[in-house]
């Protein structure tokens, strides 16, 4: 396998320094399925893209394949720890073993037939006893007896038996399929992707097992990101070679709320322009008073307005956090929450490199009033580099929620199980972060390196490039729906008598905006042509999204959001999602749209005088050469996007 790999570098190179970049893509593409997860073959076909993508074709070339393959981050610790968890069931199996001379020997001359009725009459011991004696007693056939423990839905039995297997090097693809099946029944997916990737080292493996192991691996990285997301009857969240999808299981008219979420974590825009609204940093409801908003003039001097918000106005008053004033809170419950789940570890008051976060913070939304947007050095990012400290800071207090008493160290297992939650955030391949902002890395080292082992996480430049990115790729902007102003508008919109008020009264407000990450809308893919569009809603009495759809979808349709101002033209949107979210579209839109009338839209013809080829007569989006290009570009689809 090592000789291939190194075979394919080499060719790949080869042909860029051939300036063949088509090959050496095709090259990189089909490598990448087989070593997904190889850094020089990344490294190597990133490079490539960013050294040729303005003196080649416009359309740049990413590998749709290149970064859903290969371990999360932990895996190595879950691993051992699944590993644990079956040398524990071994060991009950010892404990209760029965070291009767007597009946060692029966045990020895049992069959596998009879090992297996010893599991369906529930005696498990004698069973793995006895299966375990047939084991080292014969030259059995190792696919007959791991087929027969899984077909009886003897999943424990399968890991236990692989586990203990004399010659796993020698076991078929067959074998560690069904091992692979049965760790995923028994939520052991570390064991699970271990094994998938033992089946692809296997003698026997060929490129007809290639399908059938992906499938799997990806039923199990799905079981794994996705299992012990929020209910939500109307969706499903999948993982294939093409990446993830969040499917409709059910029709949605127009208009419909397909699904709604909370977020997981949160932190005020920095650059929104109204930092001095005030609003829960743990929540994001709104916080400001009737006197904040209206003015305490406007109050005074209009006695109508003053008794309409005596009875209307949601009054809610702001709890700053006792220790550092930093944070406001709409609550004791979400003051209480926010400390208990990230705030102990990053208040100013419990932390001293923590004050300097949120000092940066207050600078950068003084640069982008004055519209540099950027802290050099620092922060250059609209959200808040407050999310990733509570992201860093969540994970600890989670692992340290694991531990059985205050002395006890948190282990680096709890650690890799509390970063689970974060797991299901994908990337966006960016890199060299800590290049460009050392001195937010070298603040959030110093933030969390303590001596007190539980308030200490590592975070390594790969860590902080990782987070990083996980965060602006599904970094969502929202805000409260239920606005004091939006209710008290509600209820005097319904009074006669209060209806003269409407002359004074906004129809727009500035609003709190805050940025979060959510699991389910974080997996939602790109188009131009989306079919659902993202408002900010109410879920469980609290800030959060609603994802509506924008047109009728069927059961079975793949929910579609739009990640860029679908207003610009064709090239104006490629080139924003490929700078910041490196791929290159290729949706209905950006397939049946053109540049410019230089060239033909449907055959790629370049047009031979100034003028340049007519444009379709209805959405002017599109050019062509002739009348029956213009047709065969109708058919082929651009007929679904013309005048979207």
Avoid at 56 to 80: A, E, F, W
Avoid at 528 to 535: F, G, L, S
Wanted: charged fraction near 25%; charge should be neutral.
């Amino acid at each position: 396998m090592e000789d291939e790999l190194q075979k394919c570098i080499i060719k790949a190179k080869e042909f860029v320094d051939a300036q063949n970049f088509q090959k050496a893509y095709e090259v990189y593409e089909e490598a990448l399925i087989k070593f997904p997860a190889n850094s020089e073959l990344n490294d190597g076909l990133r490079n490539m893209q960013e050294n040729v993508l303005e003196r080649i074709s416009p359309k740049p070339m990413v590998s749709p394949t290149s970064i859903h393959y290969g371990d999360l981050p932990g895996d190595n610790v879950i691993l051992r720890h699944e590993e644990g968890k079956v040398k524990q069931w071994l060991e009950t199996t010892d404990e209760n073993s029965d070291t009767n001379q007597s009946n060692s020997q029966v045990h020895s001359e049992m069959g596998l037939e009879e090992a297996l009725n010893l599991f369906k009459n529930g005696e498990i011991h004698r069973g793995r006893h006895a299966l375990r004696s047939f084991c080292n007693s014969s030259d059995h056939d190792v696919d007959i007896v791991m087929k027969s423990l899984y077909d009886m839905t003897l999943y424990k039995e399968c890991i236990i038996y692989l586990f203990t297997s004399l010659h796993p090097k020698k076991n078929s693809v067959s074998v560690w399929i069904l091992g692979a099946k049965a760790a995923k029944e028994l939520s052991l997916h570390a064991t699970a992707e271990h094994w998938i990737k033992k089946a692809l080292q296997s003698d026997d493996f060929n490129s007809d097992d290639q399908e059938e192991l992906m499938q799997l691996f990806f039923k199990i990285r799905t079981a794994r990101l996705f299992d012990n997301l929020p209910s939500e009857e109307g969706i499903e969240v999948n993982l294939s070679e093409k990446g993830r999808s969040v499917r409709a299981l059910c029709s949605y008219e127009s208009q419909s709320v397909i699904f709604q979420e909370g977020p997981v974590l949160i932190s005020q825009a920095l650059d929104s322009g109204y930092d001095d609204i005030p609003a829960c940093s743990h929540c994001a409801k709104c916080l400001v008073s009737a006197e904040q908003f209206f003015g305490g003039k406007s109050l005074k001097g209009n006695k109508t307005l003053k008794n309409a918000v005596n009875q209307f106005w949601t009054n809610r008053t702001p709890l700053r956090c006792e220790q550092c004033s930093m944070e406001l809170y709409c609550s004791e419950k979400c003051k209480l929450d926010s400390w208990k789940k990230y705030h102990r570890l990053i208040c100013p008051s419990q932390n001293k490199h923590a004050a300097k976060l949120y000092e940066i913070c207050t600078e950068f939304k003084k640069a982008s009033v004055k519209s540099s947007g950027k802290v050099e050095g620092w922060w250059y990012d609209n959200f808040s580099p407050i999310v990733l400290a509570k992201l860093w800071a969540s994970i600890l207090c989670d692992a340290n929620s694991k531990v059985e008493s205050i002395e006890e160290v948190v282990s680096d297992v709890l650690i890799a199980i509390s970063k689970r939650k974060f797991d299901s955030f994908q990337v966006c391949s960016q890199g060299g972060i800590t290049k460009r902002i050392p001195q937010m890395y070298d603040l959030m080292v110093k933030i969390f390196t303590n001596k007190d082992k539980r308030k200490q996480y590592i975070i390594t430049p790969g860590e902080f490039n990782f987070r990083y990115s996980q965060v602006s790729r599904s970094i969502q902007v929202f805000s409260d729906p239920n606005h004091p102003y939006f209710l008290f508008r509600k209820q005097v919109d319904k009074i006669p008598e209060m209806q003269h008020l409407k002359r004074i009264l906004p129809n727009t407000i500035p609003e709190a905006v805050f940025t979060g990450i959510f699991r389910i809308q974080s997996s939602l893919n790109h188009s131009c042509a989306n079919n659902v569009e993202i408002i900010s809603g109410d879920v469980n009495e609290a800030p959060g999204i609603h994802v509506i759809s924008k047109r009728p979808i069927k059961e079975g349709d793949e929910l579609f959001t739009s990640f860029v101002d679908t207003s610009l033209n064709r090239q104006q949107r490629r080139g924003f999602l490929y700078r910041m979210y490196h791929f290159w579209c290729e949706c209905p839109r950006c397939m049946f749209e053109g540049d410019d009338s230089d060239t033909c839209t449907q055959c790629r013809k370049e047009a031979d005088d100034e003028k340049g080829f007519p444009s379709c007569g209805r959405c002017h989006k599109a050019w062509y050469c002739s009348k029956a290009c213009q047709k065969a570009a109708w058919k082929k689809g651009h007929k679904e996007i013309c005048l979207y």
